[in-house]
């Protein structure tokens, strides 16, 4: 059974920072391409950063390239999502996905290209 757990979370003054984990388990971790998302209340769920199995390939929404940055460490079966620079707008519910994929490339943007997502973890930014 496929499983992931996020941790991370927390309340953090406008500018600091936090870095988000997502720990998999119950499959091979190199077989999935994974995912960030995040949702705020009354918004739909918004696409934050993905990254290929291999950890070469990533993507970024625009309004976080430059401050968040998507890794992985394919070793202790973990993805991680450093925030920086963190602005009130940031503050959302932030959830890890993940993929069946082998691709070169990572070109997984929306919610409905996964298949398996974690709780998630609050993110809240005071001004």
């Known amino acids: 059974q496929v499983q992931l757990v996020e941790s991370g979370g927390g309340l953090v003054q406008a500018g600091g920072s936090l870095r988000l984990s997502c720990g998999l388990s119950?499959?091979?971790?190199?077989?999935?391409?994974m995912g960030w998302f995040r949702q705020s209340p009354g918004k739909e769920r918004e696409f934050v950063a993905s990254i290929n199995w291999s950890g070469d390939s990533t993507k970024h929404t625009d309004s976080v390239k430059g401050r968040f940055t998507i890794s992985r460490d394919n070793g202790k079966n973990t993805v991680y999502l450093q925030m920086t620079s963190l602005k009130p707008e940031d503050t959302a519910v932030y959830y890890c996905a993940a993929r069946l994929s082998r691709a070169s490339i990572v070109r997984l943007t929306s919610a409905g290209d996964y298949n398996n997502w974690g709780q998630g973890t609050q993110v809240t930014v005071s001004s």
């Open positions: 119950g499959v091979t971790f190199s077989w999935y391409a």
